[in-house]
């Protein structure tokens, strides 16, 4: 089954059970029995179903022959070769979820009856979950449980199927970060909310998965349709060829809208270039764009968070604080610098907060800790901090964690990571 490379090291002596030898790995729990007929003698306990994770199964993807898809769940291409290996069903179980994003550990994961696999974020190569660890850390007293040591992987924050490739193409940093896990909308379409948007697809049809029309469902109204701009640093979109009217949008958010999905995704302009919260911003079809002076060159554009703005209409109970934290690039070579992003706003009311001044801790590959604090924030609620860490090498993942504390209750914290590559 691959050896230790694959199942971990022992977490203990083998033991008995119920007539049963079984022993614990890092990743697994081995079980042999000996009443079985030989070939199904061996065989892996099915922990997984003990960490009561799911999600609901979805219909079968149409006219689309290539997909693994087993009981309402998609195995995707990355994790078939491993599966497949370790004896699919009938050694790793059936699936339990779609195929999940962590955000803590900036990697994708997805759990099955006996084992669960990930990869993380920017790699090809496909591990198994500590489920041995897992359990064995909620029953340290049971035989075979000899180590001390564990890794949670069962958290709160997911980013599940189907709308994982789209997110792994457009990248969080466009999206924001998951708000919701998926839901049966009002009109029967399968819809996730995320900061910057709200994605959504027919349970029947999964190629079908497209954008809500945020600005729209959060107050934001059309304007009227105007002539071409004479600024340079415009381009007019013509919307109705009879009268030649349209509206002009600037060149640079042309270009960040082709590089994010195109105007496909973005629909057409709705208004003109306004300024909210001190910044300009202008409204297309399906998300907002943001300009932020003040923000370091490459990060300047960005999506605007309409996502809790949208949630509060679906009865969401945010938190006194609002906090949004990103990195400008999330692989970075080993010695370049990286700037943090932070955003802090009064999450009932969406209005960004001034003069408040986020800390960070930076968790390095050697498990130093550096702390750090961020300017004061803008007007706009954004602060932004350069950080070098020298001595990085290709393949280290950095952690981050940024907090803004609150009167009278817990800090608001977030975290995130980048790979050095």
């Not at 490379?5 to 081995?30: C, H, S, V």
């Not at 080993?334 to 960070?360: I, K, N």
């Not at 950095?398 to 907090?403: D, E, L, S, W």
Request: with cysteine.
């Amino acid at each position: 089954m691959g050896g230790e490379r694959t199942l971990g090291t022992a977490l203990g002596p083998a033991f008995q059970r119920d007539g049963k030898i079984l022993q614990y790995t890092e990743n697994a729990l081995m079980v042999y029995d000996e009443s079985k007929p030989v070939g199904d003698r061996f065989n892996f306990e099915p922990l997984g179903i003990s960490f009561q994770v799911s999600d609901l199964p979805l219909p079968a993807p149409e006219n689309q022959p290539e997909t693994r898809f087993i009981n309402g769940y998609i195995i995707p291409p990355e994790f078939v070769t491993l599966f497949d290996q370790l004896g699919g069903v009938r050694f790793a179980g059936y699936p339990l979820t779609q195929v999940r994003w962590n955000p803590e550990k900036s990697r994708y994961e997805q759990y099955f009856e006996k084992i669960g696999l990930y990869h993380r974020e920017g790699e090809t190569s496909v591990y198994l979950l500590p489920y041995g660890l897992v359990s064995c850390r909620r029953r340290q007293a049971e035989p075979g449980c000899s180590a001390t040591t564990a890794d949670a992987i069962i958290g709160a924050e997911y980013l599940p199927q189907p709308f994982l490739p789209i997110i792994k193409r457009l990248g969080q940093d466009f999206t924001g970060a998951p708000l919701s896990e998926p839901y049966r909308a009002a009109d029967g379409m399968l819809e996730q909310v995320y900061e910057n948007v709200v994605l959504a697809v027919d349970p029947g049809n999964l190629r079908t998965i497209g954008l809500r029309p945020l600005p729209l469902l959060t107050g934001y109204q059309p304007g009227p349709l105007v002539p071409p701009s004479s600024d340079q640093r415009m381009v007019f979109i013509m919307l109705d060829p009879v009268s030649g009217l349209g509206h002009n949008v600037p060149k640079l958010f042309i270009e960040y809208i082709a590089s994010h999905g195109g105007a496909e995704l973005s629909g057409n302009p709705i208004g003109e270039l306004f300024e909210e919260n001190g910044m300009p911003r202008q409204c297309f079809q399906n998300y907002c764009l943001d300009f932020d002076p003040s923000a370091p060159a490459g990060a300047q554009i960005r999506p605007a968070s309409l996502g809790r703005t949208y949630l509060r209409g679906q009865n969401y109970q945010p938190a006194q604080i609002g906090l949004l934290a990103w990195e400008t690039n999330s692989h970075l070579s080993p010695g370049q610098e990286q700037v943090l992003g932070v955003r802090v706003y009064h999450d009932a009311s969406g209005q960004p907060m001034q003069d408040v001044e986020p800390t960070v801790e930076i968790t390095l590959p050697n498990g130093t800790v550096k702390k750090l604090v961020f300017p004061p924030t803008s007007s706009a609620g954004n602060t932004y901090l350069g950080v070098n860490l020298p001595g990085l090498k290709t393949g280290d993942l950095i952690t981050y964690k940024v907090c803004v504390s609150q009167p009278g209750g817990a800090p608001v914290c977030v975290s995130d990571s980048w790979l050095a590559r």
